[in-house]
């Protein structure tokens, strides 16, 4: 459990068994679910978007020892000041909570943009990232997305982008940030479904995975065959819930006598 500065208010609620601490920064919301037992280190996985979308992963990590952390600042779409308020969550949770330095970065669709950034502007921070269908570039979505207008001009204005085509012009979008994610070796995976029409595999997570090769680096892809029909293919039941969870668990883990275990797991 963490201990709240005295001017945060604090509120806990159960979430899946776990006991979550809501708090807010600057009016975004935030939270911390604590395991029943914490790993030595206290290792943690930092979600990035939409917690209750595919919860499982966290929910096994939780099991384990690993505590989830989120920040509620996805219609940013991971511009500049979105990452700021990443680095204040990210000094509250080692400050008040304790947790270790470089907890697994977890994103969903666009929660690709801020894991992504955010990993190129701290790449010390960060021990790996899992991505479900994430967003890699905005001129593949919003930009392609026929119904994403709303998110067109959101991105406009968090970026500050003087128009359209300032927007299409932009080169440091998580596509063109990889040399440093590859300099790192962060270690990554994705899952995707082969037939995602908003989020696009062949613009985003295999184009990024063919970047990466060129580097010397490369990127675990899990792919699903089909996603909803209702959601274009970019959703599906949550497949390889234990081997993400083991990829996440292997590489943030904290003390070195906990690698083999975590592996074999």
């Given at each position: 459990m963490g201990v709240a500065s005295a001017e945060r208010e604090m509120t806990e609620s159960d979430w899946h068994g776990y006991t979550k601490q809501a708090f807010k920064l600057d009016e975004h919301p935030c939270f911390v679910v604590a395991p029943t037992i914490?790993?030595?280190?206290?290792?943690?996985?930092?979600?990035?978007?939409?917690?209750?979308?595919?919860?499982?992963?966290?929910?096994?990590?939780?099991?384990l020892g690993w505590h989830v952390g989120f920040i509620g600042v996805v219609d940013m779409l991971g511009c500049d000041a979105a990452l700021d308020l990443m680095d204040r969550f990210y000094d509250v949770l080692l400050s008040e909570w304790g947790l270790a330095h470089r907890p697994a970065?977890?994103?969903?669709?666009?929660?690709?943009?801020?894991?992504?950034?955010?990993?190129?502007?701290?790449?010390?921070?960060?021990?790996?990232?899992?991505?479900?269908?994430?967003?890699?570039?905005?001129?593949?979505?919003?930009?392609?997305?026929?119904?994403?207008?709303?998110?067109?001009?959101?991105?406009?204005?968090?970026?500050?982008?003087?128009?359209?085509?300032?927007?299409?012009?932009?080169?440091?979008?998580?596509?063109?940030?990889?040399?440093?994610?590859?300099?790192?070796?962060?270690?990554?995976?994705?899952?995707?479904?082969?037939?995602?029409?908003?989020?696009?595999?062949?613009?985003?997570?295999?184009?990024?995975?063919?970047?990466?090769?060129?580097?010397?680096?490369?990127?675990?892809?899990?792919?699903?065959?089909?996603?909803?029909?209702?959601?274009k293919g970019h959703h599906f039941p949550l497949a390889y819930v234990f081997e993400s969870a083991r990829f996440i668990a292997r590489h943030s883990y904290v003390l070195p006598e906990a690698k083999e275990y975590y592996a074999l797991r």
């Open positions: 914490a790993a030595p280190g206290k290792p943690w996985v930092w979600r990035t978007s939409f917690p209750e979308f595919h919860s499982e992963i966290d929910r096994e990590l939780l099991r970065l977890e994103a969903v669709s666009r929660g690709g943009l801020h894991a992504y950034r955010y990993a190129a502007r701290r790449p010390g921070r960060v021990a790996c990232i899992y991505a479900d269908t994430p967003v890699m570039d905005l001129k593949s979505w919003p930009v392609k997305c026929h119904d994403g207008e709303a998110q067109v001009e959101d991105a406009i204005k968090h970026y500050g982008f003087e128009d359209h085509a300032a927007l299409t012009a932009y080169r440091e979008n998580p596509m063109d940030l990889l040399a440093v994610i590859a300099e790192a070796g962060i270690p990554l995976r994705h899952l995707v479904s082969l037939n995602d029409e908003v989020v696009p595999p062949q613009e985003n997570t295999l184009e990024a995975q063919r970047r990466l090769q060129a580097m010397g680096h490369d990127m675990e892809v899990v792919t699903v065959a089909t996603g909803t029909p209702e959601s």
